[in-house]
C-alpha cells in the first residue's frame, strides 16, 4: 500500500482566515478518522466516516469545524474562522474494517500554525 | 470514563541498554490497549496490541508488553536499545464503540537515546 497521504504539511495562517486540509486513505479501506494533537499531548479523536457516512463526531469538533468524504474516497477538514487554539497537528488514519483485529494506519499530519 | 497515564514525559537510556516505559489505563471493562510509536514528520505507527489471551504481547521491532490487570498497566519493554528507536511512544486504551475502534491516548514519552 502506498499509505496514508496528508496534505499540506505544514500550514500557517491569520487568525479569523479559513484552512482546508486533505487526505487521501489507503485505496481499499473504508474507513477514515481525523485526530487532533497539540503541544505534548496525545492524538485526540475529532470524527469517523465509514464510507460517506459521518458517524461520529466528538464534542471537540464545534460548529467551526466541518469533516466530509464525498465520495467514500478522500476527505476533507475545514476550520473555518481560525483561532490561536487551533494550532495542532491534525492526523488522519484509515482503516479496513476486521474486528478486533481492525489495525489503523495514520498519516504524517499537518501541522497548522494560527497566528 | 476512559483514560490513560503515562507517569514520564521524557526518559533518556543508553545505546544498548533496557527500556521500560509505563503506562496506566482507566477503563471499565476489560481493555483494548495498544501502544504507538511517532517519528519526528512521521505519522503513528501500531507496535503492538492486547485484546485477549496470553498477557505478555509481542510487536514489532522488538516490543514487548506486559498487561497486568491487577495494576491497570500495560507497560512496553525492549532489551536492548538501538539509537533508531529515539521517538515518542503513546499508549492507547479503547475499545469498540458503535462498531468502530475508539482510542483514548495517553500524553505520551519521548525517548531520547545515547551512544
Known amino acids: 500500500d502506498t499509505g496514508v497521504s496528508q496534505d499540506p504539511r505544514h500550514k500557517i495562517t491569520k487568525r479569523g482566515q479559513n484552512v482546508t486540509f486533505r487526505c487521501d486513505p489507503i485505496?481499499?479501506?473504508?474507513?477514515l478518522y481525523w485526530y487532533r494533537q497539540t503541544l505534548g499531548q496525545g492524538p485526540e479523536f475529532l470524527t469517523y466516516?465509514?464510507?460517506?457516512?459521518?458517524?461520529?463526531k466528538s464534542r471537540l469538533l464545534s460548529d467551526r469545524f466541518s469533516a466530509e468524504r464525498p465520495k467514500g474516497s478522500f476527505s476533507t477538514l475545514e476550520i473555518q474562522r481560525t483561532e490561536q487554539g487551533d494550532s495542532a497537528m491534525y492526523l488522519c488514519?484509515?482503516?479496513?474494517?476486521?474486528?478486533?483485529?481492525?489495525?489503523?494506519?495514520f498519516g504524517s499530519g499537518t501541522q497548522l500554525s494560527v497566528l | 470514563a476512559q483514560s490513560v497515564t503515562q507517569p514520564d514525559i521524557h526518559i533518556t537510556v543508553s545505546e544498548g541498554a533496557s527500556l521500560e516505559l509505563r503506562c496506566n489505563y482507566s477503563y471499565g471493562a476489560t481493555p483494548y490497549l495498544f501502544w504507538y510509536v511517532q517519528s519526528p514528520g512521521q505519522g503513528l505507527q501500531l507496535l503492538l496490541k492486547y485484546f485477549s489471551g496470553d498477557t505478555l504481547v509481542q510487536g514489532i521491532k522488538g516490543f514487548e508488553a506486559e498487561f497486568k490487570r491487577s495494576q491497570s498497566s500495560f507497560n512496553l519493554r525492549k532489551p536492548s536499545v538501538h539509537w533508531s528507536d529515539a521517538a515518542e511512544y503513546f499508549c492507547?486504551?479503547?475499545?469498540?464503540?458503535?462498531?468502530?475502534?475508539?482510542?483514548?491516548f495517553g500524553t505520551g514519552t519521548k525517548l531520547q537515546v545515547i551512544p
Open positions: 466516516f465509514q464510507n460517506e457516512a459521518q458517524l461520529e
Open positions: 492507547a486504551v479503547g475499545g469498540y464503540s458503535g462498531g468502530y475502534q475508539k482510542v483514548t
Open positions: 485505496s481499499e479501506h473504508n474507513r
Open positions: 488514519a484509515s482503516s479496513f474494517p476486521r474486528g478486533v483485529n481492525e489495525k489503523l494506519f
